[in-house]
Every structure is written in structure tokens, then in C-alpha cells.
């Protein structure tokens, strides 16, 4: 199987578009926690695993340019792949996701404050770890849960994925707004039937 470098855009040609009134449909791919807390303005929040999920049915709502965001592209990556499969044309990800984007101070609507995904993870890990590593004074052994964790994020570097992200993702801290299929359709549909009048 091949992969191919995804199409970007970086955060001053976005930028632009949007204040010349051309901004393409942006979708944050991001849990709707991370969403909640900050998100470029006139992005929709479509979670990477909704996005999976349902994408034949989003195809449906995204015949114009779509920009994916994430928090550094690595999720909206995986997001151009899923839909490419679909067909959906003129994809692009937001080149640095939203850490360029607020490098380049650029606005952003702000909500309640959390963590990001990838700071939960490093803390999650790094706990087990200190924690196996601690704990093998008294329970010989138990430094193994320290070496499966390093495997898994070492599995997760390769493979750029991570499935602790995805469980933390799950978590009701994460979760924010309610965002399902047919919240989110509704959203694009309404928004398409602005942008065609």
C-alpha cells in the first residue's frame, strides 16, 4: 500500500481566503472537548473517529474545498486519507493544524480550557510508567508494563496512530458538546444552503 503526502495549506493562505470571504469548509477533526476550547471560527467539529465512521455520508455534504484541522496534522492526515477513499476532491490540511495556527496569531474562538489529547497521553504514559518502574521495588516484574508502554508509543510514532489517544478521546472530560452524525449533518447542510444562496 502506498501513502501519498497529503495537500496543506499553511495558516496565512487560509487566513486570506477567510477574510476575502472565500474560506473553504473547514472541519476539526479534533475531539469536541479539545474543539471546545479553541477552534478556528467557522470550523465545524467532525471527531477523526465520526469522521471514519460515517464518512460516506459526510461525502455527501463536502462537494467544495474542504480544509482539515487537527491540533498539528497528524489526526487531519488520517482524515484526508479516509475521505480520498470516498472521492471527495480539493481536500487539504491545515499544514501545522492548530498549533500554527495560533503561532501565526491568528484568531480563534475560545471556549473552556483543557488539555490537548497528546498532553493527556504524555501524562497517562508517563504515569504508568514512573508507577511500574516504582512499584518493581516491591513487585519484581512489574517493570514490563513500563516496556509495553515505550513499545506502544513506539508503535504509535511508527504507525501514526495512537490508541490511548483514541481511548482518552472517549473519556466525558473529552467529550464536550454533544457531537453526533446528525448533529454534525445538519450543521453542513444548513451552512451549504447559505453558501449556495
Not at 1 to 30: C, F, K, N, Y
Not at 63 to 83: F, K, M, N, W, Y
Not at 134 to 147: D, I, N, Q, R
Amino acid at each position: 500500500m502506498t501513502t501519498t503526502t497529503p495537500s496543506t495549506i499553511d495558516a496565512a493562505t487560509l487566513r486570506e481566503l477567510i477574510a476575502a470571504g472565500r474560506a473553504p469548509r473547514m472541519l476539526d477533526v479534533r475531539s469536541p472537548g479539545e474543539f471546545e476550547a479553541a477552534h478556528v471560527a467557522g470550523a465545524y467539529n467532525v471527531p477523526l473517529d465520526l469522521l471514519r465512521e460515517h464518512r460516506e455520508e459526510l461525502r455527501d455534504h463536502l462537494d467544495e474545498d474542504v480544509v482539515l484541522i487537527c491540533r498539528s496534522g497528524a489526526r487531519a492526515t488520517q482524515a484526508e486519507q479516509a475521505l480520498a477513499i470516498v472521492g471527495l476532491p480539493n481536500l487539504k490540511v491545515l499544514d501545522g493544524g492548530m498549533l500554527a495556527w495560533q503561532a501565526a496569531n491568528a484568531p480563534v474562538n475560545r471556549g473552556r480550557p483543557r488539555w490537548d489529547l497528546e498532553r493527556q497521553v504524555r501524562l497517562v504514559a508517563g504515569s504508568i510508567v514512573l508507577a511500574a518502574v516504582v512499584g518493581s521495588v516491591w513487585a519484581p516484574g512489574l517493570e514490563w508494563v513500563a516496556g509495553v508502554i515505550g513499545a506502544g508509543l513506539t508503535f504509535a510514532a511508527v504507525s501514526n496512530t495512537c490508541a490511548m489517544g483514541m481511548l482518552l478521546s472517549k473519556l466525558p472530560y473529552n467529550r464536550g458538546a454533544s457531537c453526533d452524525l446528525d448533529t454534525v449533518v445538519g450543521q453542513l447542510r444548513d451552512s451549504g444552503a447559505g453558501r449556495r444562496s
